[in-house]
Nanobody, 121 residues
């Protein structure tokens, strides 16, 4: 089985920073794209940032210049550095990865359980 575990969420003041981490474990043999989604209360889930295995990053317009996604392929870990946080960034943040457990298996998307990020004064 594959497990994605997020960490690093919490309460922060506007203008502050948080660093989210997500590590894949279990039978995750290889991972292609990884990313971070978020879902605010009463809103649909949106893709915040994604990164390919080659390190090509994509961001939603509202976080460009403030958030940075990165990954460590050896550790099967993806990070999201969040700076200059705004109240509108408040949401549950979910890690996702496109994973296969062996060359014989198809690629499949896996999701973490989510970590709460609250930006408030």
């Amino acid at each position: 089985q594959v497990q994605l575990v997020e960490s690093g969420g919490g309460l922060v003041q506007p203008g502050g920073s948080l660093r989210l981490s997500c590590a894949a474990s279990g039978t995750a043999f290889s991972i292609k794209d990884m990313g971070w989604y978020r879902q605010a209360s009463g809103k649909q889930r949106e893709l915040v940032a994604s990164i390919t295995a080659d390190g090509i990053a994509t961001y939603v317009d509202t976080v460009k210049g403030r958030f940075t996604i990165s990954r460590d392929n050896a550790e099967k870990t993806v990070y999201l550095q969040m700076n200059s946080l705004k109240p509108e960034d408040t949401a549950i943040y979910y890690c996702t990865g496109e994973v296969r457990t062996s060359f014989e298996q198809q690629w499949a998307d896996y999701w973490g359980q989510g970590t709460q990020v609250t930006v408030s004064s």
